[in-house]
């Protein structure tokens, strides 16, 4: 552990602790919505099944930036330009509050640009500087990047950042009623049931990566999840920006330290991809001198227009809010949700929520391919079951683990559950 944040046990099923919000979840976006309702003057208290920051946080790459591997290109001819906007505004917003709070804090923040290319695709990049002009941000184009290999194009994020995100949340956590090892089991109305007691709210943020209430929302149906692969290496170039490759399967490249992050292969839990072979591939002949040290895989929840679902959990839930859906860009999708909810839950005029709104409607494509993948695995032939919703195991050569390719849970060869939205262990 590198940092020291005061959290407290539980006492007992008849605790009778009550408070104004009840955050559940400890990673970043919790930690930033219970900070943020804290300094509304609401008492908050955050509740982690584990441990603080050792989830899908402990794993993040860090970038701070707006730019997101979904093109605001794209993004317009899917959902429309009010609501592209209103995405761009509010991550671009996101950047610019880490960086307030970042000032007083020694989080290893750095400025940096950021820039998306492509290998091939020249047009594509000028069309993206295009519609980000009439979206009303300065982005540039460019055809010269830092990284060894030919382009066709790259679009420029001037004012981006990058940070040590444990570093910064140890911090951030300093003073904020927290339990850890106090996990979740169910909520009923106002109240949470844990394994250590019952807490009641009168409001509730599921901050979980991936809401584990299946009976309202209908998140099964409109989130699933990827694995991602990381390898650091040493020896390689310093680099003045962070890098996102444009199109499925692209790479991405940050610095931190002496280390050069090469991250990539990006593909749907429980399914085969590629994992390090394509970072090592890049590594060995570009930086043939340089030594891999590190090399990790983390895992991000994917809605299907590429933007969050922050809002209101259900209707069945009136008093419960949700954040999630980052699409492997968590870190100003966190501070986004943060806002957005704290906004809802202390009735002030929310700028953005209405962007981002869980119940928006659904692009049919995408939400007919994902349960249709969902449906197959529940029919696949095979004893070993999540224990989520009872879909079809997919066993990991890589991780020695069993994946589901329906809603991303993963459970050790023992049955142990490493990832939600399952919420036991074993295989059913």
């Not at 005061?6 to 219970?34: E, M, R, W, Y």
């Not at 968590?330 to 202390?346: F, K, P, Y």
Request: glycine share 8%.
């Amino acid at each position: 552990m590198i940092w020291d944040i005061k959290t407290n046990q539980l006492p007992s099923q008849d605790c009778g602790l009550f408070c104004d919000v009840l955050v559940i979840g400890g990673g970043v976006a919790g930690i930033l919505c219970a900070k943020m309702l804290d300094t509304a003057g609401l008492k908050t208290v955050l509740v982690e099944g584990k441990r603080v920051g050792m989830g899908i946080t402990r794993h993040t790459t860090a970038v701070i930036t707006a730019q997101h591997d979904t093109l605001y290109s794209e993004m317009v001819k899917d959902v429309g330009y009010e609501r592209t906007k209103a995405y761009l505004d509010a991550n671009l917003w996101a950047v610019e509050e880490y960086r307030k709070l970042a000032a007083d804090i020694h989080c290893d923040f750095e400025d940096r640009p950021s820039y998306i290319y492509s290998a091939d695709d020249r047009q594509l990049m000028l069309d993206e500087v295009q519609t980000l002009h009439q979206l009303g941000f300065d982005a540039e184009f460019t055809d010269q990047i830092e990284l060894p290999i030919e382009i066709a194009g790259a679009v420029k994020f001037s004012n981006m950042a990058q940070f040590q995100p444990l570093k910064f949340i140890s911090s951030i956590a300093k003073d904020l009623t927290i339990y850890e090892n106090t996990f979740v089991r169910a909520i009923d109305g106002n109240h949470a049931i844990t394994n250590h007691g019952t807490i009641g709210a009168k409001h509730i943020i599921v901050a979980t990566h991936y809401p584990f209430i299946n009976r309202t929302g209908l998140f099964p149906a409109k989130l699933y999840q990827k694995r991602s692969y990381v390898i650091a290496i040493r020896g390689a170039q310093k680099l003045g920006g962070t890098y996102v490759q444009d199109g499925e399967g692209g790479l991405y490249f940050r610095d931190y330290g002496d280390l050069l992050l090469i991250g990539g292969s990006d593909h749907r839990t429980g399914t085969k991809g590629t994992a390090f072979e394509p970072m090592r591939a890049f590594a060995k002949r570009h930086y043939p001198k340089a030594e891999e040290v590190y090399a990790f895989t983390n895992q991000d929840c994917v809605s299907l227009d590429g933007i969050s679902y922050i809002g209101k959990y259900g209707h069945s839930l009136p008093n419960a809010y949700v954040a999630t859906g980052f699409n492997l860009w968590g870190m100003t999708n966190a501070m986004v949700s943060a806002r957005i909810l704290t906004e809802l839950i202390t009735g002030q005029e929310s700028e953005f929520a209405w962007a981002f709104d869980p119940a928006r409607p659904m692009l049919l494509m995408p939400l007919l391919t994902n349960i249709g993948t969902t449906t197959a695995n529940l029919l696949y032939p095979t004893t070993k079951r999540c224990s989520h919703l009872s879909c079809a195991l997919h066993y990991n050569k890589l991780e020695h683990s069993w994946d589901c390719a329906c809603h991303g849970s993963r459970f050790s060869e023992e049955g142990k559950c490493l990832n939600n939205p399952a919420m036991k262990d074993g295989h059913v």
